[in-house]
């Protein structure tokens, strides 16, 4: 009985071991459970990993294939410029050419003058000539006859001082004329040289080019008039005088009624015609010749300025406005920089929340900074003046701070959502790798897609007007200037506008939707109302930030006839928001309250010591 009992007992404690065996079985298998479920926890967090490079490449092909296209077009461009060089060359040919005409017109002129004044040398001669033979002829002649013909060569005399007096006078036409020729030269030469001047295009260097010969011309008819009605009076005096029957002049008329000074005044007239049209043959070439050089390169160049008029309507009064602008500018400055100096100098604000508070600083202080120092400049100084490529690129900053503004507010909504929606799983989703890759994604998205937007504007033609009626380069308001279609502007403008702001808006909406879902169902009053009021003072700003965009674009697209309002719009949703996006998000939390306290404080310290 005892042997039975005690085999019983050691079979018991064989049994109390295997169970201990299978018990520590039982926890080690228990221990490979959970490390099972950690590798699949990593193994998701790995493929998540996966799919986000996956993105990031994609993204990067696409940036790719971009660049390949801004290539494509720099090519083009260069062709462009090529052909352009060519042109001048061209022009330039044609230009030499015409001038070599004008000094050959100008030598057959001189040519024609001459010959008139040799004409005019030997009708003098033959006069003098036949003078002596009438004083051969009338030796005999009676003391009566003899005074009368003295007389009558007395005047003659003096009538031919009034011709020789009337050759000088023409003579000295003759050189003014040669001296505006001249000038017309120095000012054809003075534009060659302006033409090296990149600052002036060739249509302006046209132009003036053009209003010179004009008035070149004007005075050079002056000139012509004047000769023609000169001359035209002598020869009618002298056709009156050959007419009158006034017995004192009997003796020259007799003289100038002779076959050959009848002959010498028949040459005289008929060269007269032929030498007074040849003056205004070298205007009307001229004319004919910048006129072509003018129609043909219109269209071709384009203006190398803009003018930014300011506010339309109020231009007497527009420097009032500066005020109320610099103060907001200078209160962003500032208040954003506090906000950055408070996260930064606060260790305990080194959290994702925050760090998305200080992107958002450091975008509204870019954003403000890129017009505004512009408009102050007008408003201030009447620096109205700013040169294609500065505006194409202040067009391209404020479209690329306003898409990043609108892509913060989407995460700090999403932010927002995960803290108060799933505040249990919010340290491990909103990390610090969400932060920076929100942040890449921020850039890589907002400096990309608005590229079209000024390489689109730079392709349009600005041949006419130069003056746009706003204090910055917005891209609906530069391309309204262009001379050829902009249709692809307007199109590519409410693409980018649908796609980034319109996703952008929609997310945050959805956002806040579910925020506002999840509070009405909190059992605490306190928690819900201090949501509600913190969620209510950020989609205020972030209404009135895409609010502001919806009603730019109706009215583009409307045309309204008070452009004052757009304008005024435009440039308070480029400065409001930065001022007030500290307040709103900054002062009313606690943490950013009190690291504000404490450096005023040191502040404070700092200077008493």
């Not at 005892?2 to 018990?23: F, G, P, Q, V």
């Not at 050089?293 to 190398?304: C, D, G, K």
């Not at 008070?562 to 928001?577: M, R």
Request: proline share 3%.
């Amino acid at each position: 009985m005892i042997e039975s009992l005690r085999d019983e007992s050691r079979i018991l404690k064989a049994e109390a071991a295997r169970l201990k065996t299978i018990e520590d079985e039982s926890r080690i298998l228990k221990a490979e459970v959970e490390q099972l479920k950690t590798i699949g926890d990593e193994s998701r967090i790995l493929k998540a990993e996966v799919e986000w490079i996956k993105t990031i490449k994609h993204d990067h092909d696409i940036i790719k294939n971009q660049f390949y296209v801004i290539q494509e077009d720099n090519r083009s461009l260069s062709n462009k410029t090529l052909l352009t060089e060519k042109n001048l060359e061209k022009i330039q040919v044609d230009i030499k050419e015409k001038f070599v005409n004008m000094e050959q017109e100008r030598a057959e002129l001189d040519r024609k003058l001459q010959s008139l004044s040799v004409g005019t040398e030997t009708l003098l001669a033959d006069i003098k000539e036949k003078f002596i033979n009438m004083e051969e002829g009338t030796a005999d002649l009676n003391c009566k006859f003899q005074q009368s013909l003295s007389e009558g060569i007395e005047t003659l005399t003096e009538r031919i001082r009034m011709v020789e007096c009337d050759n000088r006078i023409l003579s000295k036409a003759y050189d003014r004329l040669m001296e505006r020729l001249s000038i017309q030269e120095g000012t054809v030469y003075a534009m060659k040289i302006m033409s090296k001047d990149e600052n002036l295009s060739l249509l302006d260097k046209l132009h003036t080019l053009e209003s010179s010969m004009k008035a070149l011309e004007h005075n050079f008819g002056q000139e012509i008039q004047t000769l023609q009605k000169a001359m035209v009076n002598k020869i009618e005096k002298s056709e009156e005088f050959l007419n009158s029957d006034e017995e004192e002049h009997t003796v020259e008329r007799q003289i100038l009624t002779t076959p050959v000074t009848k002959s010498l005044r028949d040459n005289f007239h008929k060269a007269l015609p032929t030498a007074l049209s040849a003056f205004p043959v070298i205007t009307t070439e001229k004319q004919e010749m910048f006129q072509d050089l003018t129609n043909s390169n219109s269209s071709r160049f384009q203006v190398s300025e803009f003018i930014l008029m300011g506010f339309p309507g109020i231009h007497s009064w527009q420097h009032w406005l500066s005020l109320p602008l610099a103060l907001l500018y200078v209160l962003a400055l500032i208040a954003n920089t506090l906000i950055i100096t408070i996260i930064y100098k606060k260790v305990s604000l080194h959290q994702p929340m925050y760090h998305f508070l200080g992107i958002l600083a450091i975008v509204d202080m870019g954003l403000a900074t890129t017009i505004m120092p512009k408009i102050l400049a007008i408003l201030w100084f009447n620096a109205k003046t700013i040169s294609l490529p500065e505006c194409f690129a202040q067009m391209y900053a404020i479209h690329c701070f306003v898409a990043m503004e609108s892509g913060i507010f989407v995460f700090m909504a999403i932010d927002r959502y995960v803290a108060i929606c799933k505040p249990l799983r919010y340290p491990s989703i909103v990390t610090e790798s969400f932060v920076v890759k929100a942040t890449v994604f921020m850039v890589l998205r907002n400096c990309g897609t608005p590229m079209s937007v000024p390489v689109l504007a730079a392709q349009r033609n600005y041949c006419s007007q130069n003056q746009i009626e706003h204090c910055l380069c917005s891209n609906l308001g530069v391309t309204s200037l262009s001379c050829d279609d902009r249709k692809i502007n307007s199109i590519n403008q409410l693409i980018l506008a649908w796609t980034i702001m319109g996703g952008d808006l929609g997310l945050i909406m959805i956002s806040y939707a579910l925020i506002l879902w999840s509070v009405l169902k909190l059992n605490s009053a306190e928690a819900a109302s201090k949501a509600l009021s913190t969620c209510t003072s950020h989609l205020i700003l972030i209404l009135f930030f895409y609010t502001v965009i919806v009603v730019l674009s109706i009215t583009h697209s409307t045309k309204m006839k008070v452009p004052l309002i757009p304008v005024l719009l435009n440039v308070l949703h480029n400065v409001i928001p930065p001022a007030l996006n500290p307040m709103v998000y900054a002062l009313k939390n606690k943490e950013l309250r009190q690291g504000l306290y404490r450096v005023i404080l040191l502040d404070l310290k700092g200077n008493h010591e």
